[in-house]
């Protein structure tokens, strides 16, 4: 296992296309985040699953935005009709839950999303 | 006021110094703390993981929590050019979220 995985690394798109983007967390964790970081800024958190249930949504993830993690395992962040305030950095975490939570929290090398 | 005040810098320090990195906090509730590495275009990468108050310590690298001040630090010694990168401090409460800090972007010229 080589770690978090997401996938497109880069994304250009129109405004007011949908964009998808993948992750692929350490197979054993259970648990799975998506944040997004803006340049000068620390990730800002916007959903979190335990196994396929989606536990938490910010209130950053307007409408235009859904997760899924179908069967537990890998996630994917869809964006409805971006918009140039979409243009971000979206990443992806993963963490195993119990005592390993702290220490094992990974994060993947994220998408970098451009809104043109 | 946010949540995690951190200072983005840039922090530029000569190879081989001490440097300090810190944060301050408003929620009474954090009990873990982090502090993470992120190189331009990756994703952050733990480097400390702490449980309340006190000092830990791994490698070049050390982290103090004093929750009676609500600040963290961060210290690395003998300060490398492969150090230059931005640091993240996080933290949370008995939840899974973690809070971030802006990040401290450090520069280690030789």
């Known amino acids: 296992d080589t770690g978090v995985s997401q996938n497109p690394r880069h994304k250009i798109t129109k405004r007011g296309q949908n964009v998808t983007f993948r992750c692929d967390p350490i197979s054993e964790h259970n648990r799975l985040y998506w944040y997004r970081q803006t340049l000068g800024q620390g990730p800002e958190f916007l959903t979190y699953?335990?196994?396929?249930?989606?536990?938490?949504k910010s209130r950053l993830l307007s409408d235009r935005f859904s997760a899924e993690r179908p069967k537990g395992s890998f996630s994917t962040l869809e964006i409805q009709r971006t918009e140039q305030g979409d243009s971000a950095m979206y990443l992806c975490a993963s963490s195993p839950g119990g005592t390993g939570e702290g220490s094992g929290y990974t994060f993947g090398s994220g998408t970098r999303l451009t809104v043109v | 006021q946010k949540e995690v005040e951190q200072d983005p810098g840039p922090l530029s320090v000569p190879e081989g110094a001490i440097v300090s990195l810190n944060c301050t906090y408003s929620n009474s509730a954090f009990q873990y703390f982090m502090w993470y590495r992120q190189y331009s275009r990756k994703g952050p990468e733990l480097l400390m993981y702490?449980?309340?108050?006190g000092n830990k310590e791994d490698g070049r690298f050390t982290a103090q929590v004093d929750k009676s001040s609500k600040y963290i630090s961060l210290f690395i010694r003998d300060s490398q050019p492969s150090d230059s990168a931005t640091y993240l401090c996080?933290?949370?409460?008995?939840?899974?979220?973690?809070?971030f800090g802006r990040g401290t972007s450090l520069i280690v010229h030789p």
């Open positions: 699953f335990q196994n396929e249930a989606q536990l938490e």
């Open positions: 996080a933290m949370r409460s008995g939840s899974y979220i973690p809070t």
């Open positions: 702490t449980y309340s108050s």
